[in-house]
């Protein structure tokens, strides 16, 4: 044959030189007319079909299943198995490769990636995608393991070493830390001075050398194991606000590890973002710090972090940001009894770039606010557009009244939206489900939240018109034809819509009739897979679906940022690579298979 096989498309491009020889020895051409079926339910195939041009659809029975296009391959799994289980037609003149049973069966068993990508599910074909990224490019320094970074020696003192001896080691061995032992108690513990403590030790008036360093030393440490992961470390001292971790094997202590180590080595300046956030002095200072957080973003998606991962830090990190503008904005009284809390995505611990600002403002009851709280809130909300964050086009924002509330008027407006549950009142639902503190007293929030859970799932009918949502973004069946546009010029596919919407608020309708309180998308799906109110292998898709949707969204954002244009949300299928094809084909099909479980589980038929 002609050495103009595509070898740039998946699953060919992870072939060696060897391999893609024995493809081009082992492939033919073959023509298809318009409506002729290709392969057929049941027969033996023996060859696995490369299109060249045209489309094919895949039935089951009379129901179409998905579309391929230039670069696509069928059917490796019907190949592998002996039979095929869907009929494959021309949907126009076809013109296709036919490598041969055996080869592909050569390359499988040499190539266990090729295998992967071809016929596997969902989640070993993000598991092959991973590796393959692994190979080609620099692997993601989150990734790595606590003792690939630098540690340093764990010294140790009595409880009894006097705080003059504490910093005589302090200068010797260079540190900034000691550990302390206390054996006194009959359970042994160990505590850390450091020289923050030292500063307490002299303001306490007592000469240093007769005040133990055990008296003042801290004895609540978080520990880490030497094989965690470098990414899951940093979320952990940023959550605690704590700037160095031990680091035990087995009740060993192997040393510590230190913030200022950890994000020399990790190099994305999220440590720095903290720092810059935290020493703010003014709203000017923290817009410096919130464009950080985009670029923070986009070195590491592209040195290949997890989007889990990012999505935590991004949350940390707004949270630091949200609570510092709302401090340096509002009284310490207001801030003290009352509870800050962000919703949507942010509030889910699943943005990324920035998006509309969803937030709002719990007072506690016997608290008087200020007579100016109207226009306090109006500056916390010009400030976060000025960060970055546009207004929400639906105002649920802390500038509007209808999102300040005393804690019983808001415990009133969450049950009204249960007793009458009109369109509006089942979006604020829905948006109020996904709140998360930033700041305040979280326990007014709780109780608000605890209060709705209560009242929520005794009621059917308005449970199945909330789940009902899921399809408010029109007709899903279009997706396929947006996947495979035949010269259609309309290839912008919104994955917000088409994707992560029914998803996210599939979960969160399940969440609601099983009061389940978890608030983050993949802790919903956990805890009703723990529960047994949802398939284990469908909350495993759904999670690798998510996390695909995030990553691919996020890739456009950053591309749409790139070129200075607006971020939309949206994608274009046609400059998809034909393996981000193949996924957001298998993704979106998950989403297709939910919404069938949804209508059932919900009675959506029902629902006018």
């Known amino acids: 044959m002609p050495n103009a096989f595509n070898f740039s498309a998946s699953p060919f491009d992870c072939l060696s030189p060897d391999e893609q020889r024995l493809v081009r020895y082992s492939v033919d051409v073959a023509y298809f007319r318009e409506g002729e079926t290709i392969l057929d339910l049941g027969i033996a195939p023996t060859h696995l079909f490369i299109i060249i041009k045209g489309f094919v ?92 970074a630098f540690l340093r020696t764990a010294h140790f003192v009595a409880y009894e ?26 359970v042994h513990r160990v505590g850390i001075f450091t020289s923050s403590t030292l500063q307490r030790a002299i303001l306490d008036g007592r000469p240093l050398d007769q005040l133990m360093a055990g008296e003042l030393a801290n004895y609540s440490l978080i520990e880490v194991s030497p094989s965690d992961q470098l990414g899951d ?34 190099s994305n300046q999220s440590h720095l973002i903290t720092m810059h956030i935290e020493e703010a002095k003014d709203l000017a200072a923290l817009s410096v710090a919130a464009a950080q957080i985009t670029r923070m973003i986009a070195t590491l998606y592209r040195s290949g972090s997890r989007i889990h991962l990012i999505a935590r830090l991004v949350q940390q990190l707004n949270a630091r940001l949200f609570e510092r503008a709302w401090a340096l904005i509002a009284p310490p009284e207001l801030v003290a009894r ?65 999102w300040r509330k005393s804690a019983s008027e808001f415990g009133q407006m969450t049950r009204q939206w249960l007793i009458m549950p ?29 209060g709705l859970m209560a009242l929520a799932t005794g009621n059917d009918v308005m449970m199945s018109r909330f789940a009902s949502a899921i399809d408010s973004f029109g007709s899903s069946g279009t997706w396929w034809n947006r996947l495979m546009s035949k010269g259609d010029a309309d290839q912008q596919l919104n994955l917000k819509k088409e994707g992560i919407f029914p998803l996210v608020h599939g979960v969160r309708a399940l969440a609601l009739a099983n009061r389940i309180t978890e608030v983050n998308t993949v802790g919903r ?40 244009k607006p971020v939309t949300g949206d994608i274009n299928v046609a400059r998809l690579s034909s393996l981000d094809r193949d996924l957001l084909k298998d993704t979106l099909n998950v989403v297709k298979r939910f919404k069938v479980l949804l209508r059932h589980r919900f009675h959506l038929e029902a629902v006018a």
């Open 338 to 402: 009352s509870c800050l809390f962000v919703m949507g995505s942010e509030g889910r611990g699943e943005q990324l770039l920035k998006t509309d600002q969803d937030n709002g403002l719990i007072l506690q009851d016997d608290y008087t606010p200020p007579a100016n709280l109207a226009e306090i809130c109006q500056e916390f909300s010009r400030a976060l557009s000025g960060f970055g964050y546009p207004e929400c086009p639906g105002n649920i924002m802390i500038s509007n009244p209808e």
């Open 233 to 266: 470390v940093m979320d952990v001292m940023l959550r605690h606000r704590i700037r160095r971790v031990l680091v035990v094997d087995g009740g060993e202590i192997k040393g510590m590890l230190e913030a200022l180590d950890l994000f020399s080595f990790l």
């Open 161 to 186: 070493t006097d705080v003059l001896s504490v910093v005589k080691l302090f200068q010797a061995e260079r540190t900034t830390a000691v550990l302390v032992r206390d054996t006194r108690a009959e």
């Open 57 to 148: 659809t895949q039935f089951d029975e009379s129901e179409v299943v998905t579309t391929y296009g230039p670069d696509d391959c069928f059917d490796g799994r019907g190949l592998v198995a002996g039979k095929v289980s869907s009929r494959f037609v021309a949907a126009e003149e076809v013109v296709a490769y036919q490598l041969t049973h055996q080869a592909v069966s050569d390359l499988i068993a040499s190539n266990a990636t090729f295998g992967a990508l071809l016929f596997s599910d969902l989640g070993n074909k993000l598991s092959a995608l991973s590796d393959r990224k692994n190979l080609n490019e620099q692997q993601s320094l989150t990734l790595c393991r606590v003792d690939e």
């Open 422 to 450: 009109g369109p509006d009142s089942l979006m604020n639902l829905a948006i109020f489900m996904d709140a998360h503190t930033v700041c305040g007293d979280a326990r007014l929030l709780e109780t608000v939240e605890a």
């Open 525 to 564: 799906i956990t805890a009703l897979v723990a529960a047994g109110k949802l398939d284990a292998d469908m909350g495993t898709d759904l999670t690798d679906s998510l996390h695909f949707f995030m990553g691919l969204k996020l890739k456009a954002g950053l591309t749409e940022i790139d070129m200075d």
